[in-house]
């Protein structure tokens, strides 16, 4: 029987420790992938806002209203390379629709757009880093059916499965390049530990707008002002998965021409409550896995995997010891019988 447990005790450590190398090295990655089509909806909304809304502009109205309510929504799906090409094995190709409007009842909603676009990015799977493998683009044009071709560089729509606190490289999609997102530390977001990355962006010339002299304070009917944008954007990360739980804003777009300027839009948008919650229940259950695969799973096997196979070691030496001790036993005892059978022997 404790030659029985011995063995099981050894098998069992061995295939503990087999298990701490198969975790990391053949499950892992198998579970960190993304998506091929996520269908996420990402809601943002700030209160006390400046903006410029344009069609009250063209309509000829000022525009420019303050304290106001933006809302601005971003659908990611996966879709198809435009120039037909296969995707290829470990990366992915994303379509991001977005689009900004004020939520003012007072206006028609025909006219409370403040900006919108599409962007298709393809990117590595497991780094997050943009490939440019499949016809990426970018429709600024609502009349645009086709788009501009664009070269994406850095990080787009997810950092890296396994996360770490240093610097990264964020695509921005105004400026259309990365600007440094800056590690600053870590933060719990619902329960969920997060890594909080800061990306800032000083004032950047994005194009020019034909507009009138009088919104710019000239004199002139008409000016092509400057427009000027400017953020600084917080990313709450979930480090496991690389998935952005969280995000908030502090945008200055502006218009600019001979040192005067209008803003377009000014203030701040963050995640809505229920965005933030539904990234946090979809993400939370797929980082314990991943955390249990890297990290909890092999550091328990190669724990508990020696120590087993040392008890069922221990097990059979001390089993083998006391058996050899019986058997001596049963000798010497044989040992007295067969000399006692002599004496008898030798008085008869």
């Not at 525009?63 to 992915?92: C, E, F």
């Not at 034909?210 to 709450?236: C, F």
């Amino acid at each position: 029987m404790r030659r029985l447990i011995g063995l099981a005790l050894i098998g069992f450590g061995v295939f503990c420790v087999a298990f701490a190398i198969a975790l990391p090295n053949f499950v892992y990655p198998r579970v960190a992938k993304v998506p091929e089509n996520p269908q996420e909806k990402i809601v943002a909304k700030g209160t006390g806002l400046t903006v410029l809304v344009p069609a009250l502009v063209v309509k000829g109205g000022n525009g420019l209203l303050t304290d106001q309510t933006v809302i601005s929504t971003r659908y990611v799906q996966g879709q198809v390379p435009p120039n037909g090409s296969k995707v290829p094995d470990g990366q992915a190709f994303y379509r991001q629709a977005y689009n900004a409007f004020v939520d003012n009842p007072s206006i028609d909603p025909a006219d409370t757009l403040l900006e919108a676009n599409i962007e298709a990015a393809s990117f590595d799977g497991f780094t997050g880093e943009a490939t440019n493998c499949c016809g990426d683009y970018v429709i600024e044009d609502p009349t645009d059916d086709v788009g501009e071709s664009v070269k994406h560089r850095g990080l787009v729509f997810k950092f890296p499965f396994k996360t770490e606190r240093k610097n990264y490289e964020w695509w921005d999609s105004t400026i259309k390049a990365t600007a440094t997102a800056r590690y600053d530390g870590t933060e719990k977001i619902n329960g969920l530990v997060t890594y909080r990355f800061i990306q800032v962006i000083t004032d950047e010339v994005v194009g020019t707008e034909a507009v009138p002299g009088a919104m710019v304070g000239s004199d002139e009917q008409s000016v092509n002002a400057d427009r000027i944008y400017a953020t600084k954007r917080t990313l709450w990360v979930e480090p496991n998965t690389g998935a952005v739980v969280k995000g908030a804003e502090d945008v200055n777009q502006r218009l600019s021409y001979e040192g005067k300027s209008a803003p377009i839009i000014y203030g701040h948008l963050e995640f809505t409550p229920e965005t933030v919650q539904n990234e946090v229940d979809e993400y939370k259950p797929l980082a314990w896995r991943l955390a249990f695969v890297t990290t909890w799973g092999p550091v328990g096997g190669w724990v508990a995997g020696p120590i087993l196979a040392l008890i069922g070691i221990t097990i059979l030496y001390f089993g083998r010891t006391e058996s050899r001790d019986w058997d001596e036993w049963d000798d010497d005892d044989e040992d007295e019988d067969d000399e006692a059978d002599d004496r008898s022997f030798a008085r008869s």
